[in-house]
């Protein structure tokens, strides 16, 4: 049996035989990994409050080789978000991150700037200031990944965008002019295209010394979470809870 050791997010957990919990987490070694907490319902000596979603540890495990999951030893509380206020608007934005942390990676499989990523958005998660860290990481989620188009010209008749309304469909890929939008497509104003333009040239600390009030990027958002629902193929729950803060 080989022990580990490693960086990790809690990104959820769940009953799973009589006082076990099951574990999933983001380990900054080997990726997303699942692993059984022993008695963890019982006693709260080795874990404490680890156990929520988002909260960055140290941990220890075991695991053996062709086993799917890995035994949890214990659990270093490095930073946990219950270390600040929380509302309703502060938990559902640190579910949304779990959530689609726990959708977007398979497990084993490494991504250091995902980890990074994750870390600084949860770190500038304050009670009131949730809107920027949100459009920030949905954003970049899809940027990372792969799944942002180009937002300056028609992937239909190739037009120049830059400054104009842009529109996009959540059943298509790319955006497009006002002449060839899609069905049910859906506007994206210049100023949010220039907002997303400023989002990936800059550091979030920098974005988090501005006022974002919630209806501050509130196109860009519902873009971003449009974009990760149609290249994960599910709903994000805890982006429509958001929403609704």
């Known amino acids: 049996m080989a022990q580990r050791q490693s960086e990790a997010i809690v990104l959820r957990s769940w009953p799973f035989e009589e006082a076990d919990l099951l574990v999933s987490l983001l380990t900054r070694d080997q990726g997303r990994i699942k ?114 188009p180009a937002l300056g010209h028609c992937v239909a008749c190739g037009v120049d965008l830059r400054g104009e309304t842009v529109w996009y469909s959540a059943t298509a890929d790319g955006v497009t002019c006002e002449d060839d939008r899609r069905g049910e497509s859906e506007a994206l104003p210049p100023e949010s295209v220039v907002e997303a333009q400023k989002i990936f040239r800059s550091p979030i600390g920098e974005l988090a010394t501005e006022e974002w009030s919630r209806r501050r990027g509130i196109h860009l958002r519902h873009f971003a979470i449009a974009l990760l629902e149609r290249n994960l193929d599910r709903r994000i729950r805890s982006a429509r809870a958001l929403e609704r803060a």
């Open 35 to 148: 692993g059984v907490a022993r008695h963890a319902m019982r006693s709260r000596r080795r874990f404490g409050g680890a156990l929520e979603p988002m909260t960055y540890v140290r941990a220890s495990y075991s695991e053996k080789p062709r086993q799917e999951l890995v035994r949890l030893d214990a659990f270093e509380i490095l930073w946990s978000p219950l270390a600040e206020p929380v509302d309703y608007a502060r938990t559902a934005a640190l579910e949304m991150v779990a959530e689609v942390l726990e959708e977007v990676l398979p497990e084993q499989a490494p991504d250091d700037a995902l980890f990074r990523l994750a870390l600084a958005v949860a770190e500038e998660m304050h009670l009131g200031r949730v809107w920027m860290p949100a459009t920030y990481f949905a954003l970049w989620v899809s940027r990372l990944m792969g799944w942002m």
